[in-house]
Nanobody, 117 residues
């Protein structure tokens, strides 16, 4: 059974840091990514890491956020530095794998990040 569980959200002042965790279990995933959604806005892709360790970032977080993984713990982290009020959102972890040409993806329940100005 696949499970994707996020943790680490909270309230932080602008300029501060938070680290989100995503524990993904039940399969070997091709990639894991982070998305976020602010009230009244569409879900936005934030960052992703492949099974081989390649990383990619959205333009709005490049240089401030770092995605990494601990394979022994089946956990992906999102280190968020220099947080801005516009980073306030619910952050979701997405884990996926490919099988016979079909993409299987799983979402966590989300964790809230609030940045005060």
């Amino acid at each position: 059974q696949v499970q994707v569980v996020e943790s680490g959200g909270g309230l932080v002042q602008a300029g501060g840091s938070l680290r989100l965790s995503c524990a993904a279990s039940g399969s070997t995933f091709s990639g894991i990514g982070w998305y976020r959604q602010a009230p009244g806005k569409q879900r936005e892709w934030v960052a992703a890491i492949s099974s081989g360790g390649s990383t990619n970032y959205g333009d709005s977080v490049k240089g401030r956020f770092t995605i990494s993984r601990d394979n022994a713990k089946n956990t992906v982290y999102l280190q968020m530095n220099s947080l801005k009020p516009e980073d306030k959102a619910a952050y979701y972890c997405n884990a996926y794998f490919m099988r016979l040409g079909r993409k299987y993806e799983y979402w966590g329940q989300g964790t809230q990040v609030t940045v005060s100005s």
